[in-house]
């Protein structure tokens, strides 16, 4: 995640975000590609704010950060362990070809990686 969220403005991007963000009042991101999705739907640039990358290099991860105060780099993982994406063929011994039997399951991964203020914002990655 490369791009801030103005978290006044964020209605405008979803009725949800106030209340599922609530706690994260001073620390909402998003990806570019999404800002490039909601810039096409006409939501006001001003709302987003570029991340700083170089400092990346230069911070520690919060999983290895000693400062529980300090910057550091936060990761999360989500792993969508289930989803359908495609019909499941089989064979049979009784029909010559194959047929619809089901629906094949997939699995997606994401990795997202921003910049926190406090080593407290990332609590999902302590000492590791």
Known sequence: MDMAVNF???????PHLHNVCAEATDAIYTR????????????????F????????QALPRC????DRGAPC????GLSLAWYPCML?????RDRPAPY?????SCQKSYSFT????????CPWEEDS
């Open 88 to 92: 499941k063929y089989c064979h049979s």
């Open 32 to 47: 570019q590609e999404d800002v490039r999705f909601w810039l096409e739907q006409g939501v006001d640039s001003s709302m």
């Open 63 to 66: 999983g290895q950060a000693g």
């Open 73 to 76: 780099v936060c990761r999360y």
């Open 49 to 56: 704010k570029a991340l700083p990358t170089d400092t990346e």
């Open 8 to 14: 006044s403005q964020g209605a405008l991007l979803s």
């Open 100 to 104: 619809k039997c089901g629906i094949r």
């Open 114 to 121: 921003f910049l926190v203020p406090r080593r407290q914002l």
